[in-house]
């Protein structure tokens, strides 16, 4: 299984800061990587495929970068309702996997 | 705009089998070259993928489930479906359903999940 490991586990921030959330891949995926966002009792949903591309209707403060085995996903100004965890997920390969999470705390 | 919502039932036995299903509304399950599937997550923790299956049933598992799982479709309802075998309180978990799109394979869009808690 490619395993794939976030940092920082949770990080605090305030509103208006720019915050980077780092995936790391144990192999190569090329781009084979999407971002997701969770708030607390809701499904996951999605922000960013093939590691760089902003999903439909997603602000653009979002951003995503990284090719290989190491990804980014960027918030460039925190807005409040962007308090939520954020998990990464390669979609190369079976099984699916996902980053443990990024609490993005106040 | 396609929406899934899981059903089935919020708790079930130790040992006996976990059945859940996902209907899919605002388009058809036939449409587009999608693979549905199933994401499972304990309370507190991250996020597992449990498999997934195209209209024409091929389907792909996590082999940490494998023996367990049978992902099935049922497109005449515009449904598919979880069954696990053999539950314990590891399989205690919100379940999802999502559709896997496009050519580098994301999830969208994610039902609103289901509980699941498996005691006696």
């Known amino acids: 299984d490619i395993q794939m490991t976030q940092s920082p586990s949770s990080v605090s921030a305030s509103v208006g800061d720019r915050v980077t959330i780092t995936c790391r891949a144990s192999?190569?995926?090329?781009?084979?990587l999407a971002w997701y966002q969770q708030k607390a009792g809701r499904a996951p949903k999605l922000l960013i495929y093939?590691?760089?591309s902003v999903q439909s209707g997603v602000p653009s403060r979002f951003s995503g970068s990284g090719s290989g085995t190491d990804f980014t996903l960027t918030i460039s100004s925190l807005q409040p309702e962007d308090f939520a965890t954020y998990y990464c997920?390669?979609?190369?390969?079976?099984?699916?996997?996902f980053g443990q999470g990024t609490k993005l705390e106040i | 705009q396609v929406d899934l919502q899981e059903s089935g039932p919020g708790l079930v036995k130790p040992s006996q089998t976990l059945s859940l299903t996902c209907t899919v509304s605002?388009?058809?399950?036939?449409?587009?070259?999608?693979?549905w599937s199933w994401i499972r997550q304990p309370a507190g923790k991250g996020l597992e993928w449990i498999g997934r299956?195209?209209?024409?049933?091929?389907?792909n598992y996590n082999p940490s489930l494998k023996r367990r799982v049978t992902i099935s479709v049922d497109t005449s309802k515009n449904q598919f479906s979880l069954k696990l075998t053999s539950v314990t309180a590891a399989d205690t978990a919100v379940y999802y359903c999502?559709?896997?799109?496009?050519?580098?394979?994301?999830?969208?869009?994610w039902g609103q999940g289901t509980p699941v808690t498996v005691s006696s």
């Open positions: 997920q390669q979609t190369n390969t079976f099984p699916r996997t």
């Open positions: 192999q190569d995926i090329s781009i084979w």
């Open positions: 093939a590691a760089s």
């Open positions: 605002g388009g058809s399950i036939n449409s587009g070259s999608y693979y």
């Open positions: 999502a559709r896997e799109v496009g050519v580098y394979n994301w999830f969208d869009p």
């Open positions: 299956i195209y209209i024409s049933g091929i389907t």
